[in-house]
């Protein structure tokens, strides 16, 4: 059995210690499971028009079965403090790493799909402890790595309806629950559209957002998505590059795809035009919102300690700072 280590109070809404340490047992069992893989045929061509070629799906499980090792992950996950809680029915995983700098501003990191908060380790200690990797006491950040409802270690939801929306709701509960009445949040792919509802939802403790995909929609692009008309033939560098919506973030034809209404509701299939839907990963995004928040203005200054490509978009009427970057990086 895997051994999973919590302390459990009574009540539910406690912070709870987690620790995790796979046995050895399963480990093994899922090596053997990859090596019983029943393959199939060679595809007749030799490129990737048909999918993913099958040398490199039996390259992947070779590298699973007999090089891959858990335990350095799970190390590594153990030298972080690690907790539960439970939010609207559902326990949350997540980790907590406070700077030795106490007036560092606290920070929720939201990872995305498909995904887990190993993608976030590598940013905790420069985050936390600045002062180590060059930069100053000022740029500290108290972390916060949630693990999203039904992934890594938190608790799968029972019934429907965990969309961005109310994850947004739930890490502003997890953020005051641990004591935190400002913070600033960031994403990236699904963790962005987290970070940007959030945004949209505006609790007064939420000073800002930074996300690393941007769903940002100047009003003119918007009116040509809306309309089926040409795209303005005046966009910046930028916008034709990889800022806003431009050609080279989602391609030509896929920009078209867009719908920027102003609503998060990523569980609803919107109807899309029958062109330009070239990839599964791009009519994913085509079913995002782009919401009117983030429209207008590109005006500010970088938020603090996320990089210098963090630009504020807009200051809303909360005063509460939109940030994006610029996704050609």
Known sequence: MTAVTETQPVEATAIRPFTFEAAESDLEELRARIAATRWPGKEPVDDQSQGVQLATIKALAHYWQTEYDWRKCEARLSALPQFMTEIDGVDIHFIHVRSKHEDALPLIVTHGWPGSIVEQLKIIDPLTNPTAHGGSA????????????????????????????????????????????????????????????????????????????????????????????????????????????????????????????????????????????????????????????????????????????????????????????????
């Open 138 to 329: 000022s740029d500290a950040f108290h972390v916060v790595v949630p693990s999203l409802p039904g992934y890594g270690f938190s608790g799968k939801p029972t019934t429907t309806g965990w969309d961005p929306t109310r994850i947004a709701r739930a890490w502003t509960v997890l953020m005051k629950r641990l004591g935190y009445d400002r913070f600033v949040a960031q994403g990236g792919d699904w963790g962005a559209m987290v970070a940007d509802v959030m945004g949209t939802q505006a609790p007064p403790e939420l000073l800002g957002i930074h996300v690393t995909w941007p769903f940002t929609v100047p009003p003119e692009i918007d009116q040509a998505v809306q309309t089926g008309k040409p795209l303005p033939a005046d966009l910046s560098a930028d916008e034709q590059h990889g800022g806003v919506v431009g050609t080279h973030l989602l391609g030509e034809q896929d920009v078209h795809l867009l719908r920027a209404e102003e609503r998060h509701d990523p569980g609803r299939r919107d109807s899309l035009p029958g062109r330009g839907r070239t990839d599964p990963a791009q009519l994913d995004r085509a079913r995002l919102s782009g919401p009117r928040l983030l429209q207008q203005g590109r005006q500010g200054r970088a938020l603090r300690g996320l990089g210098a490509a963090a630009t504020v978009r807009r200051r809303s009427s909360r005063g509460l700072q939109i940030a994006s970057i610029d996704a050609s990086g």
